[in-house]
């Protein structure tokens, strides 16, 4: 017997371009999505297609950026629930203007469109760019963006009240720059399985404090560590069971947490324990190119961190480099580099990343 499932009707609120859309109706305008629209428009009918499917789940790809890209499977009341939680946290109730500027492929984009549909948001769409903003004039309740389109719209923030920020870091150098933005802004951790976001914690906050800001939970989230310090992620409400992770926290309370690093990324540097992206973020103070930490085999320390920056070499700026990196006091001395690497272009992944293991073994033997 195949899995089926009710699909709840859309949310009599629910406006996708302006247009209020029953599931019938939504049928049709994916099918003219699909067979008509733009790549991007494409996307959000196949979504729309497999969404108004009988079945009780959706098959999911990941993005790749904590491992090779998957397919899996989401339940799709397990996506509904995820919604209902991101209203709760971010006070976005029905009626809610949102801008979807994120591919429909993967599962931000899709939930952009859950959301709206469960929860009866007025939703336009654009294609997916870097500049997401740059033609806009309207002004919206909430969106999501990635770090490098949210570093390519700071001149218009202002066009949206509330954003949140996943798929990568957000730097330092990037945070400064939104410290007087007035729209509330939220940096996110979550991942595919978890249907998006699991927590948050803003990036521009009102209140200064020195201490780094903890990410928040949402509503039926719960965590707790494994024996390796690693996050696990109890959410009955989206999960059907716990899901252990590879990455390092500091739990402050039950409902908050500190995000250290990757386990997998950890370096033993003489028995100190480094997290490289702990030290790139405070790197990024006086780095203004790409580049990451990594580590090579060593006799006395057993590891040792090395640095690796896109420029072309020359002796005169690694010396450079050393004497800027001496200067950043937030660096204890046994997350100073032991050598500096310069590489006049990365090796990198098939959607631009930096393929750090490559790299690593095309520059030290």
């Keep these: 017997m195949p899995d089926k499932f009710k699909i709840p009707e859309t949310h009599s609120d629910f406006r996708l371009n302006k247009r209020h859309y029953t599931n ?7 099918y003219s999505f699909i067979k008509e629209g733009e790549p991007y428009e494409q996307q959000i009918g196949s979504f729309l297609m497999d969404w108004l499917k009988p079945t009780s789940y959706i098959e999911v790809q990941t993005s790749g950026s904590t491992g090779k890209p998957k397919k899996m499977k989401l339940k799709k009341e397990h996506m509904i629930n995820s919604a209902l939680a991101t209203s709760k946290f971010f006070e976005l109730p029905a009626r809610t203007t949102a801008l979807l500027c994120l591919p429909a492929e993967y599962i931000a984009g899709k939930m952009m469109l859950v959301r709206a549909m469960a929860l009866g948001w007025d939703l336009d769409t654009i294609p997916p760019s870097s500049n997401p903003l740059d033609n806009l004039f309207k002004v919206y309740d909430f969106s999501a963006m990635t770090p490098f389109q949210l570093d390519n719209s700071i001149a218009r923030l202002h066009l949206v009240k509330k954003l949140i920020i996943g798929g990568g870091a957000v730097s330092p150098r990037l945070r400064k720059m939104l410290k007087d933005v007035e729209s509330v802004l939220y940096e ?22 020195k ?28 999960l059907d069971e716990d899901i252990v992770t590879n990455d390092v926290v500091e739990i402050i309370t039950y409902k908050r947490f500190l995000w250290k690093g990757r386990y997998d990324n950890v370096i033993n540097s003489g028995g100190i324990k480094l997290f490289p992206e702990q030290i790139e973020q405070k790197l990024n103070e006086v780095l203004d190119r790409r580049f990451f930490v990594t580590s090579m085999p060593d006799e006395s320390l057993g590891e040792k961190l090395i640095l690796f920056v896109e420029d072309d070499f020359s002796e005169d ?17 046994y997350e100073k ?17 930096i393929h750090r293991e490559n790299t690593l073994k095309s520059r030290v033997s």
Aim: aromatic letters at 4%.
């Design 211 to 238: 201490a780094e800001r903890p990410f928040r939970l949402m509503p039926n989230v719960h965590i707790a560590q494994d024996e390796r310090g690693c996050l696990i992620i109890k959410a009955p409400n989206i």
């Design 337 to 353: 580099p032991k050598k500096i690497y310069l590489i006049e272009k990365f090796e990198e992944t098939p959607n631009g990343k």
């Design 24 to 30: 019938s109706e939504l049928k049709q305008i994916a």
């Design 317 to 333: 700026t690694i010396e450079e480099l050393q004497e800027e990196i001496d200067k950043i006091k937030s660096l204890s001395k």
């Design 188 to 209: 996110t951790y979550g991942m595919t399985e978890t249907c998006s976001h699991i927590a948050a914690k803003k990036l521009n906050p009102k209140k200064k404090r």
